[in-house]
């Protein structure tokens, strides 16, 4: 444990002068070995980093490297079980959100945070509502609208604050959630050098609103530190000064954005190349032009999340499907299992005969579903690997037709999973919530091999899973293939979408919009699959939710 | 656990409650709040440890175990049936008026127990189709089936006329132990069979601790919270036409003690409200320190007003324990 040692007096004060190029002052937040573990897994081992005053600083990594528990501790939602942490030459360890608020930070989440039936500037103001205390117990309304128009005229967004939040869609609230952000601590509570933490405040912003958001950014600098987390590694090099990598809990690497490149960024992601044996690509199977379907969709549709959706699954095949956040594409496996029956179009499964789309009848036919919200769908914590196990056997292997329980077979089950999968519990008997993250997803896998499958979905199968598990999980997928089961493959993870997957179908906005073949002898690239999940900006029906920006933020080449 | 004073069948049992304890640590806790009472109340009044007052306490208890039974389903799935006290007074009052009509003797057995069914079916159908909390549908039906049993008494007590029904009550086939004592006791066994040994008793379990969980896997979640909330109901009306078989009537105050009662036996028992845990092998430990306290209470001359505090502050720290307990599981 370091002891807090102040760098300055003030984050201002010219005392130090820039160093290494890029820096306009003193770190405005320094932190030291951060460590967290959750149960066996660790997800974060001695990280330590500085954010210049005055700068960005990004942090890159994949999927459950530790990017989004790094901004929980900082913004205090999470406590590190080891580590220090300065701001502003404090030592800083907020005991919550609203702490670290008051302390001068404040973040864009991830999931949309804000409030939908309120007008739009209480939310704007949330969090800072003593400001506009009267007499203790009564609010000043008209104080804070007019606080809330001026984040609103600064940021450049074209919204009126006394309507209703959930009047304005996705990407103007995100807009306004950003504005928040990064506006309300400098505005209201008159925080001279705040610091804003973005975790993917771009991912469901269309292209202008990305530029505006740019141009917003740039015109933060002059007052705020910022933390941005990204996946689009260009926008990542644009506005950051500096970036550090994080890999499965570990920085790997910290390099100053003039310095380095998208594909030296990704490199140290991955920690390799796209590795085709990581997927186990030579196992992946040729299908036959006769090949068997295990799985048609024809012309499924559920308003508001996916469209007129035709597909096929071949029994030995993956097919994947990738889109952004908001393509839809969870919602349409949801659809295809049955978890929430789509309106409208036909499910087939490998008999060819259509089937009511209910979750009860597809499983007796061979589906098998994995969510992607492992803890809340995927396993019960609080119940032992052999009962998360047989949840799914109880309308006909785990129980007599009378529906007599069949307990030895259930214990059975589970150890021979336990054995085969290396289920690191040892015990059939072991209480979930004591496992890793892995580990757990290899229960819910478990659950579904256990039966006799012919199609099964996967979202997110690997997400929260340590790099170990990660393969272990890639080659029961391939053992799956090469029994004739069919996998439908639902993943933000671009490199394992293409690793794993024959086909790809990218979704944009509910709509398949390519199908992309991804043989084993000639994948398809990460480049050029983005390009086909991303907005095009002339796209009809599209209407900025900035006001347009005389200077366009250069996206491609880096601010000199 | 080796005592010099004890008996050997006495040993034998401790034995068997050791096993059973050891199988899961957590049945120590009410099963030593059930000898600590006894034994306080043994030492504290004359009558309590007599084989009279234990017959009188096991009839009391009977129709509390039985109904006692099905909510704990309820329970286990997270759910709360507020209305099992009202469906007793509407079965029972429905039940007499019958018996007395048409005399069909124990036929009615089989009446009360399709009513009970019925009306708990109408809780499980309106909380699973029209997706509103269980605590406010039976909220509500409690009042509903309250105002027809009523109307059905006129607000009278009314006695029965067929004489031979009172021995499936009262009768005693093994002896100092009422029927209505027995009966409960072998459906308690049944319920526990079917909790631990099938489908249904292993669907509560899952839809309880995880329904997004049960709901992903294909299990027919809707269908078996209606099962769960009609076996509630069942067993209820089962519970009712043992209870005025054993009262020779029924009147308006019958079940009218068994909305606390029974959620007290169940949360005391262990069935944690959050569902998921628990069962009903423990609602029998509940019932007993339920109707030990009662008992022992009253001997002891406590007026009614105090058992009142007495008992919800019971039921309140046993949910208070059964939290502590839950977190100590998380923080592990």
Redesign the interface.
């Known amino acids: 444990m370091a002891p807090a040692v102040s760098f300055s007096s003030s984050a201002f004060g010219p005392i130090m002068t820039a160093h290494r190029g890029d820096f306009t002052g003193p770190a405005a937040l320094v932190a030291r070995g951060l460590t967290k573990r959750y149960g066996a897994s660790l997800v974060l081992n001695d990280v330590g980093f500085e954010v210049g005053a005055k700068s960005v600083v990004s942090f890159v990594g994949e999927n459950g490297a530790g990017k989004s528990t790094l901004l929980n501790i900082l913004s205090g939602i999470v406590r590190p079980d080891g580590g220090t942490v300065e701001f502003n030459g404090r030592p800083y360890l907020p005991a919550g959100y609203g702490e670290a608020l008051s302390l001068g930070l404040s973040r864009v989440f991830q999931e949309q945070s804000l409030i939908p039936n309120i007008p739009v500037y209480e939310n704007l103001v949330l969090g800072h509502e003593h400001y506009f205390d009267r007499i203790r117990q009564f609010v000043d309304h008209r104080a804070m609208i007019a606080a809330a128009e001026r984040i609103v005229a600064e940021a450049g967004i074209d919204v009126d604050v006394r309507r209703r939040t959930d009047a304005y869609d996705f990407s103007k609230r995100q807009s306004i959630e950003i504005a928040r952000a990064c506006l309300a601590p400098l505005l209201i509570a008159g925080q001279a050098s705040p610091l804003v933490l973005l975790d993917e405040p771009t991912s469901a912003l269309d292209r202008r609103d990305e530029e505006a958001f740019f141009a917003l950014v740039s015109r933060l600098k002059a007052f705020a530190s910022l933390i941005f987390i990204s996946h689009r590694l260009t926008e990542v090099l644009a506005i950051s000064d500096r970036v550090y990598v994080l890999k499965d809990g570990e920085l790997v690497a910290d390099r100053l954005a003039s310095d380095t490149d998208e594909a030296g960024l990704h490199g140290l992601m991955v920690g390799r190349e796209r590795d085709a044996d990581y997927y186990h690509e030579r196992r992946q199977r040729v299908l036959a032009p006769a090949a068997p379907a295990a799985l048609s969709v024809r012309g499924l549709s559920s308003s508001g999340e996916y469209e007129s959706i035709t597909l096929t699954v071949h029994a030995g095949e993956v097919v994947g499907i990738g889109g952004l956040l908001d393509s839809g594409k969870s919602a349409l496996g949801r659809g295809v ?1 049955g ?1 929430e029956a789509p309106e409208a179009g036909e499910i087939a499964l490998a008999d060819g005969q259509p089937v009511r789309p209910k ?2 009848d ?3 036919k061979g589906l098998g ?1 994995v ?1 992607a ?1 492992r803890l ?5 914590p ?2 032992s690997v052999a ?2 196990i ?3 056997g ?2 006909d292997v ?2 007599s037709r009378i ?3 069949r ?1 030895r077979l259930e214990t059975t089950t589970a150890d021979r999973f336990v054995r085969e999968l290396a289920i690191a519990s040892g015990a059939p008997r072991q ?1 979930c ?2 496992l890793s993250g892995g580990n757990q997803q290899k229960v819910v896998l478990a ?1 579904w091999l256990s039966r006799n499958l012919s199609i099964l979905i996967l979202d997110n199968p690997t997400r929260g899973v340590d790099a170990g598990a990660k393969e272990e999980i890639y080659g029961v997928i391939r053992r799956l293939t090469d029994a004739g089961v069919g996998i439908l493959l639902i993943t933000d993870e671009l490199l394992e979408l293409i690793g794993l997957s024959n086909r790809v179908f990218i979704m944009l906005r509910g709509k398949i919009v390519a199908e992309v073949p991804a043989p084993a002898e000639n994948k398809p690239a990460e480049r050029d699959l983005v390009a086909l999940m991303l907005p095009q900006s002339d796209s009809a029906g599209v209407v900025p939710a900035f006001k347009p920006v005389t200077e366009s933020f250069p996206l491609t080449e880096k601010a000199a | 656990m080796s005592s010099i004073t004890t008996s050997a069948p006495a040993t034998s049992a401790l034995a068997g409650l050791k096993r059973l304890a050891d199988a899961d640590k957590s049945l120590w806790l009410p099963i030593s709040v059930v000898i600590a009472l006894s034994a306080f109340f043994a030492v504290s009044t004359d009558s309590f440890a007599t084989v009279r007052n234990l017959t009188a306490v096991s009839g009391q208890a009977g129709t509390l175990l039985i109904v006692c039974l099905g909510a704990t389903f309820v329970v286990l799935l997270g759910s709360i049936d507020l209305s099992i006290g009202a469906i007793v007074l509407l079965v029972g009052a429905a039940s007499v008026v019958l018996l007395n009509a048409t005399g069909i003797g124990f036929a009615i057995l089989i009446f009360a127990a399709a009513l009970g069914a019925i009306l708990g079916a109408v809780n499980g159908l309106i909380y699973v189709f029209g997706r509103i909390p269980s605590f406010v549908v039976t909220l509500g039906t409690l009042s509903v089936f309250t105002g027809i049993a009523l109307q059905i008494l006129d607000g009278r007590a009314i006695e029965y006329n067929d004489f031979a029904l009172e021995a499936i009550s009262i009768g005693q086939i093994v002896p100092h132990l009422p029927n209505i004592a027995l009966w409960s006791l072998l459906a308690w066994a049944a319920v526990v069979a079917v909790a631990s ?7 509560m ?2 839809i309880g ?2 329904e ?9 979640v809707k269908r078996h919270k209606v099962y769960a909330f009609a076996l509630s109901g069942l067993l209820a009306g089962v519970g009712s036409i043992l209870a005025v078989a054993r009262l020779g009537a029924a009147g308006p105050s019958l079940g009218s003690d068994l909305l606390l009662n029974s959620l007290a036996a169940i949360v005391v028992g262990g069935t944690s409200l959050a569902g ?2 628990g069962g009903p092998h423990r609602t029998l430990l509940g019932v007993l320190i339920i109707a030990i306290l009662d008992n022992g209470l009253n001997l002891m001359g406590v007026s009614q007003y105090t058992q009142m505090v007495v008992k919800g502050a019971v039921v309140v720290a046993a949910v208070l324990i059964s939290q502590e307990r839950l977190k100590a ?2 923080i ?1």
């Not at chain 1, 809340?376 to 019960?380: L, T, V």
């Open positions: 299992a978890v979750i009860t597809l499983v007796r579903y969510p919200e809340a769908e995927g396993i019960i609080s119940f009962w998360n047989s949840v799914a109880g309308g785990m129980a529906g007599i329980w307990n209480i919530s004591r659950r | 040994r099938t489908r249904f008793g292993r669907y379990y899952i601790g995880g997004a969980v049960a709901r992903t896997s294909g299990v027919p998921g845990t599981v998380i592990k």
